[in-house]
């Protein structure tokens, strides 16, 4: 089946530490992103890819990093720098990173910082 | 700077009643607007989707509106069912898309 896929659903780490979220999907989309929520708060783009080899900071992406060297696959890099990073992280996908379309989710990653 | 607005207290629906949830925006013209619905734990799923020079959508048992004149959605959901329970979100675009907090929607059987 096609879809998105998100791993690992829960993550720990020590402060400190970087992590690296996984982002898979396999609808041969263009476009990719990665959101971050809150309890109690509406998503917050961190980053988005509209193709290969190329993204763009969202509103949040200080203390993040991302690579898009393949079309399907689209990691996130919580690093050490991200001063609260304890969230549940989305990732996205969209046919075309223009002025259509539906987002697809993947069911989150949520990372716990001790 | 550009803001959504939603219902921020959890709306509770008798079972079978329509429900309506509100979503305003401020300071920007976005060319279309889209639904999701979220479950506890969850990434969100699309619902619908309406653009600035359609009034009104349906699919099914839900129903968006649009009024770019108030910067205003209605999402709404006739015969409303205990399964229907979930945090509705609205997310206008212009050129990229702004998710607004949500409403949670409890249907009580």
């Known amino acids: 089946d096609g879809g998105i896929t998100q791993s690992p659903k829960y993550l720990f780490r020590k402060e400190g530490q970087n992590v690296t979220l996984s982002c898979e999907q396999n609808?041969?989309?263009?476009?990719m992103y990665w959101y971050r929520q809150d309890p109690g708060q509406g998503l917050r783009l961190i980053y988005y890819?509209?193709?290969?080899?190329?993204?763009q900071k969202g509103d949040i992406a200080e203390g993040y990093s991302v690579s898009r060297e393949k079309k399907e696959s689209f990691p996130l890099t919580v690093t050490s720098a991200q001063k609260n990073p304890t969230a549940f992280y989305l990732c996205?996908?969209?046919?075309?990173?223009?002025?259509?379309?539906?987002?697809?989710f993947g069911e989150g990653s949520r990372l716990t910082v001790l | 700077s550009q803001k959504i607005e939603q219902n921020s207290e959890a709306l509770n629906i008798q079972e079978g009643k329509t429900a309506t949830l509100t979503c305003n925006y401020t300071?920007?013209?976005?060319?279309?607007l889209q639904w999701y619905r979220q479950d506890p734990g969850r990434g969100p799923v699309f619902l619908l989707l309406?653009?600035?020079?359609?009034k009104e959508k349906r699919k099914e048992r839900l129903k968006v509106t649009f009024d770019t004149t108030l910067k205003q959605s209605l999402f709404h959901i006739t015969a409303s069912q205990p399964a229907d329970s979930a945090t509705y979100l609205c997310?206008?675009?212009?050129?990229?898309?702004?998710f607004g907090k949500g409403t949670r929607l409890h249907i009580l059987p």
């Open positions: 997310a206008p675009r212009d050129d990229k898309i702004i």
């Open positions: 996205a996908s969209s046919l075309e990173g223009g002025n259509n379309g539906e987002l697809f």
């Open positions: 309406i653009r600035e020079n359609e």
């Open positions: 609808l041969n989309h263009d476009a």
């Open positions: 300071n920007y013209s976005p060319a279309y």
């Open positions: 890819s509209q193709i290969v080899n190329d993204f």
